[in-house]
C-alpha cells in the first residue's frame, strides 16, 4: 500500500510516514503482524483502531526496509 496522505489528526503517524512509503505490514497493540498488499487489507487491519492504541508498520522507503512504530493520540 502506498501512502498518499497522512490522515492530519494522527500527528506521530505523519511524522513517521512519508508520501511514496510502501506499508507491507501492520501490527496493531495485542496482534500479530498482518501483511497488507491493497487499500482493503489496510483498512481491515486497522479499522478498529483507538486512542492509546500502538501501531508498528513494516515500511520500504527507497530501497530499505525499516519499522516505525507511534501510538495513536489525538
Known amino acids: 500500500v502506498v501512502v498518499t496522505e497522512v490522515d492530519p489528526k494522527y500527528h506521530d503517524a505523519r511524522r513517521a510516514l512519508k508520501e511514496g512509503d510502501v506499508?507491507?505490514?501492520i501490527k496493531v497493540s495485542g496482534s500479530n503482524f498482518v501483511s497488507v498488499s491493497n487499500t482493503k487489507e489496510f483498512e481491515q487491519a486497522t479499522r478498529h483502531l483507538k486512542e492509546g492504541d500502538s501501531v508498528?508498520?513494516?515500511i520500504?522507503?527507497?530501497g530499505n526496509n525499516f519499522f516505525v512504530a507511534f501510538k495513536?493520540?489525538?
Open 23 to 25: 506499508i507491507q505490514r
Open 56 to 58: 508498528m508498520f513494516l
Open 60 to 62: 520500504k522507503r527507497n
Open 72 to 74: 495513536i493520540k489525538k
